[in-house]
């Protein structure tokens, strides 16, 4: 019932940015706050950052400072500023509520190589 596509993901060399944006429907997307979560190679699936129905973030330590989340809430998407990528941060991404439901979608590719 819920759909979440993501998209803007791609190769990318360290140093490099990209810019990924989630479209979400079939549910009140201005009230749920928001997050965007990764699963890198042989990890599970991690929390990188999150943002507030009014915009309110916060990020885990591994990125901070280098990602931005923000949020339009009359289109229904979310999004994420990468900056100064390093070879760890490849990975699947995904965005989903904060805390998730248990609806995925199919995420998208980010691979940081040099």
């Known amino acids: 019932q819920v759909q979440l596509v993501e998209s803007g993901g791609g190769l990318v060399r360290p140093g490099g940015s990209l810019r990924l944006s989630c479209v979400a429907s079939?549910?009140?997307?201005?009230?749920?706050?928001m997050g965007w979560y990764r699963r890198g190679p042989g990890q599970g699936r991690e929390l990188v950052a999150a943002?507030?129905?009014?915009?309110?973030?916060e990020y885990a330590d591994s990125v901070k400072d280098r990602f931005t989340i923000s949020r339009d809430n009359a289109k229904n998407t979310v999004s994420l500023q990468l900056n100064n990528l390093k070879p760890e941060d490849t990975a699947v991404y995904f965005c989903?509520?904060?805390?998730?439901?248990?609806?995925w979608g199919q995420g998208t590719q980010v691979t940081v190589a040099s």
């Open positions: 079939g549910s009140n997307f201005s009230l749920y706050r």
């Open positions: 989903n509520a904060q805390p998730p439901c248990p609806n």
């Open positions: 943002i507030t129905s009014g915009g309110t973030t």
